[in-house]
């Protein structure tokens, strides 16, 4: 079956550095998508890594390993406004999305 | 200004109506999808449709129904036959299903409670 693994609650400090990970196995890889969601309101797209290596916009960098199955969303500088779940997505070999259930992060003063 | 709108925000039903949730987009996107999402769980699709006239079951599309006459409109039925309808329902339209890069664009989602 097609798995995607995310940890379910991270807590942070504000002003600190934050990596949630994600692991996948799915039957072939197409990319792979960041979404952040505030509660009750619709995700909004982060990043999209199909390359090995490491994507950086602002405050926000998304790093994909293939060959492991991997990849990692970094958040520096952590804001309040941070407080969201974080949805990691992989695109199969028939174009297909397949969704984690999520981090939630909760940032503390 | 472009965007995905989904009304009406929350939505109350007894048990055995149907229901049917609304989804616009003017972002003259082919592709519209619906998802349901509850808690503690990754974003399931419910249909999803590539062009006018046409659309494809998801990983869950029992005791729902979709049409696609419109481009713009992607409405979603959830019939009594659905077990479990209570659910936060989520509409998203990208620019082509068969182009991966091609990021989903959410609707602010509709929150469906039966009782």
């Known amino acids: 079956g097609q798995n995607i693994d995310q940890p379910t609650e991270m807590t942070a400090t504000e002003g600190a550095i934050v990596q949630i990970n994600c692991t996948y196995q799915?039957?072939?890889?197409?990319?792979l998508f960041w979404y952040q969601q505030h509660a009750g309101e619709a995700p909004t797209f982060l990043s999209y890594?199909?390359l090995d290596g490491l994507e950086e916009k602002g405050r926000f960098s998304s790093f994909l390993s293939r060959s492991k199955g991997y990849s990692y969303l970094l958040l520096k500088e952590l804001q309040m406004k941070d407080s969201a779940s974080y949805l990691c997505a992989v695109i199969d070999s028939n174009y297909q999305l397949i969704w984690g259930a999520g981090t939630k992060l909760i940032i503390k003063p | 200004d472009g965007g995905i709108t989904q009304s009406p925000k929350y939505l109350f039903r007894k048990e055995g109506q149907n229901v049917t949730l609304s989804c616009e987009q003017n972002?003259?996107?082919?592709?519209m999808y619906w998802y349901r999402q509850d808690p503690g769980q990754g974003l399931r699709l419910i249909y999803y449709s590539q062009i006018v006239n046409d659309f494809q079951k998801g990983d869950i599309a029992e005791g729902y129904s979709v049409s696609r006459e419109k481009k713009e409109s992607f409405p979603l039925t959830v019939t009594s036959a659905q077990k479990n309808p209570t659910a936060f329902y989520l509409c998203a339209s990208s620019m082509d299903t068969g182009t991966p890069s091609y990021e989903q664009y959410f609707g602010p989602g509709t929150r469906l409670t039966v009782t």
């Open positions: 890594n199909v």
């Open positions: 799915t039957s072939g890889f197409n990319g």
């Open positions: 972002l003259n996107h082919d592709a």
